[in-house]
Structure formats: structure tokens, C-alpha cells
């Protein structure tokens, strides 16, 4: 049996993307579309994100516009997935980085065993690379289990 499937409204896709801490970001390649996780936060309208040097930062540089997603998945019939379409932007300022930084350490409880960043490269978040997506659509599904 399955569920019901529906468009989730803005406010609960927000929801679940400031609930979420890990998505998936989808940029553009040479061979079509490279798509990998990332820890992030959702805060003032946008994904905060960092990253180690390497594949996934090289492509952002040449195709800022991403595709960025999230999903609750209980079941095949039981799911909720928010799809974010928007441009990305490297952080350079100083003050751009440490407010990036304190975002990230609030949505993560100041945590930081998610410092692995990118393909098994360990870097620090006061030595990562870091970025803003800033968010042009937002769209949500979700199929309620029956």
C-alpha cells in the first residue's frame, strides 16, 4: 500500500532544512554531474558549508549554480525530500569566514567530529575552505507511509 504523495509548503521544507545536517550538493562536470554529502547549516535564507581543497571546491569555482538536497527517509512509502536550487559563493572576507564559523558551530552544538571534510581529507573548520549558498528555489515532496 502506498501513502500519499504531496508538495510540502515553504515553511516546512525550511523546517526540515534547519533539522537536517547532512544534504548532498550536485554541481556541473566535465562528465556531467558530480554529487557528494556535506555537513552544513541552515540559517538567514542560506546553506552554510566548508570544505577541504579538492575536486568539489575546484568545480564550485567554475559552476557556482548547485543543486542541494535533504531527505527523511523511513520507509519506501514513508519520505520527506527538500530540493534547493541556488548559487554558491567561496567566503573570502575575514569576517564573512568567522561569521560562517559561528553558524556552523551553533547548528552543530559546537561540536566538531564532523571535520573530515571531502574525500578522507581531515581539515579543521579553522582551516577549512568556506562557503554560502545562496538559496533562488526551494521545492519539498514527501510520500506519507500508509
Known amino acids: 500500500m502506498s501513502g500519499t504523495l504531496r508538495e510540502m509548503p515553504l515553511s516546512e521544507c525550511e523546517e526540515m532544512l534547519l533539522a537536517s545536517r547532512v544534504g548532498r550538493i550536485g554541481v556541473r ?3 556531467g554531474v558530480y554529487i557528494v554529502p556535506v555537513a552544513f ?4 535564507g542560506a546553506i552554510f558549508g566548508h ?6 571546491m575546484a568545480l ?3 559552476w557556482p549554480h548547485v543543486g542541494f538536497q535533504v ?6 512509502t514513508d519520505w520527506r525530500s527538500v530540493l534547493v536550487q541556488g548559487k554558491w559563493h567561496e567566503l573570502t572576507e575575514e569576517a564573512d ?5 559561528a553558524v556552523l558551530l551553533r547548528a552543530f552544538d559546537g561540536n566538531l567530529w564532523w571535520a573530515t571534510a571531502g574525500h578522507g ?7 577549512a575552505m568556506l562557503y554560502r549558498i545562496d538559496i533562488e528555489e526551494i ?3 514527501a510520500q506519507d507511509g500508509a
Open 29 to 31: 562536470s566535465e562528465a
Open 41 to 44: 547549516a541552515f540559517a538567514e
Open 51 to 56: 570544505s577541504a581543497p579538492g575536486k568539489k
Open 60 to 62: 564550485l569555482r567554475l
Open 71 to 76: 531527505d527523511d527517509v523511513r520507509g519506501v
Open 97 to 101: 569566514k568567522v561569521h560562517a564559523r
Open 121 to 127: 581529507h581531515r581539515t579543521s573548520l579553522a582551516d
Open 139 to 141: 521545492s519539498g515532496r
